[in-house]
């Protein structure tokens, strides 16, 4: 397999590497703007790939991605709505583009060359300032019908009611993201999430129930998961799932108390992600052009 072109947009940076194998040859980041993002992604392919070595782009990016279309269907972080980016930017380029959801991403770029990469069937939670979702069944990246499937942060807390920013209620994205826990340490009096971190690690009651009910929400909708599509693993990845040995006791209860019939079968476990901030444009660029 030649070089492959994988790019991921966050919030404030676009990242894009040539991948090879799974290992990044080399690799660039750049602020973007809104409003010039098309102009902004042209100029750092052309300054990641000068040569053209890479015959199609893959393209990672936050929301809900309607793949089919090329299209970001809604990022509401980003403030994309509907926003055409393959037919905008291919004629640029004079290359193909292939656009994913961010967590989908990751998800495949762990599964092909990280915590995955020995098991068949397995499920990301990127646990960051929301919680993305990744479904691997049968070593192939789920997608559905327009590329919107495995929106996991999007399911159902039992009996929670906070509203979610999609508009939803209770979901684990509102009960158990980084936005929801900082939400939630301030209104407990600590000033921010690394506060209550060092708190719980310190044994401050308060902060260890804190983290343990965060936990729970992300273990009941795991359990929920399994009870669908029956799972391996699950992967935590995202930049605040680095907090998961706090939380780590909660979510093993939450999946054993929301799976059918526990006591008789195999539990799915949860793991660390080990691709860390790369494992978008790794999982974006070989899914392009190396489907297993």
């Known amino acids: 397999m030649g070089l492959q072109l994988g790019i991921d947009i966050g919030g404030t940076k676009i990242a894009a590497a040539m991948v090879k194998n799974g290992e990044i040859i080399r690799k660039i980041e750049r602020e973007y703007r809104r409003e010039s993002v098309i102009d902004d992604l042209v100029n750092i392919i052309r300054e990641v790939d000068p040569k053209n070595e890479s015959p199609s782009i893959g393209i990672a990016c936050a929301g809900l991605i309607d793949s089919e279309r090329g299209m970001i269907t809604f990022a509401g972080n980003l403030e994309f709505e509907n926003f055409p980016l393959r037919d905008l930017l291919a004629p640029l380029v004079n290359r193909e583009i292939s656009l994913t959801n961010d967590a989908s991403a990751a998800g495949w ?62 979901c684990v994205e509102a009960v158990a993201s980084g936005r929801a826990m900082e939400q939630r340490a301030k209104a407990s009096g600590f000033i921010s999430t690394q506060a209550l971190a060092d708190a719980a690690k310190g044994g401050d009651p308060a902060a260890i129930e804190l983290f343990d009910e965060m936990g729970w929400a992300i273990g009941s909708i795991a359990g929920r998961l399994a009870n669908i599509v029956d799972v391996q693993a699950i992967i935590i990845g995202g930049g605040f799932g680095a907090t ?30 080990q691709l860390g901030n790369d494992a978008g444009v790794i999982g974006v660029a070989d899914f392009a052009y190396g489907k297993v």
Do not use: Q
């Open 109 to 170: 770029g762990e599964f092909r060359y990280g915590a995955g990469k020995t098991l068949r069937d397995v499920a990301l939670l990127a646990v960051g300032t929301g919680i993305g979702g990744a479904l691997i069944l049968n070593r192939s990246l789920i997608l559905g019908a327009h590329g919107l499937a495995a929106e996991l942060g999007h399911m159902n807390v039992p009996g929670a009611t906070e509203k979610c920013p999609c508009g939803l209620i209770g």
């Open 244 to 273: 998961f040995e706090l939380w780590k006791n909660g979510a093993a209860r939450g999946l054993r108390e929301n799976i059918v019939v526990s006591h008789l079968r195999t539990i799915p476990e949860f793991i660390r992600a």
